[in-house]
């Protein structure tokens, strides 16, 4: 079992058991700019994953519907995918990227990172799903929406 020590740090007797955890802080670089870029990343992130997303649930429901597909509309059909994975991949990159900048630039409320983290998920889940519920023509992303957050966060407090 590997244990994450310094060379330093290490003990002459190979045999010895090291009894505490040693965990290293690393200082993000910070700055306007490399704030910029990080939360870019993260909104860049968010879209791939809504668009991957929304472009394979509209071809789902697409394969519900085999009369549109056999009356020759594929075009419409393939605007109604396109349409999906765009709006899905905006939600998630303005979720992703309002996420970050509320957790770089938000005062810490706990020492827990995990609770921190689920409370700062939890406020941009409920600023990024406003626009989705008053504007009718993008409710029906609203459970997309719900079940790309929930995943999210499971895997974030999973991997923490």
């Known amino acids: 079992m590997s244990v994450k020590v310094p060379w330093d740090d290490l003990r002459k ?3 010895a058991v090291i009894s505490e955890n040693i965990k290293v802080e690393v200082e ?5 700019q490399a704030d910029a870029r990080n939360i870019g990343k993260h909104a860049l992130f968010g ?3 809504g668009a991957l997303t929304g472009a394979t649930v509209s071809s789902i429901e697409l394969m519900r519907d085999p009369r549109q597909m056999a009356r020759g509309q594929r075009g419409l059909a393939t605007k109604r995918m396109g349409r999906m994975a765009a ?4 939600f998630f990159a303005g979720f992703h ?7 770089l630039y938000a005062p810490k409320t706990s020492a827990d ?10 406020i941009a889940a409920a600023v990024s799903l406003t626009p989705v519920l008053v504007v009718p023509r993008l409710r029906p992303l609203f459970p997309y929406g719900i079940f790309l ?10 991997s923490a």
Request: hydrophobic residues 40%; charged residues 25%; without cysteine.
């Open 47 to 49: 879209t791939v994953i």
């Open 28 to 32: 993000e670089e910070r700055g306007l």
């Open 13 to 15: 007797d190979p045999n």
């Open 87 to 90: 709006e899905l991949g905006i």
């Open 113 to 122: 990172r995990q609770i921190d983290f689920l409370q700062v998920s939890g």
């Open 97 to 103: 990227g309002m996420r970050k900048a509320i957790q």
């Open 149 to 158: 957050i929930t995943m999210d966060a499971i895997n974030s407090y999973t």
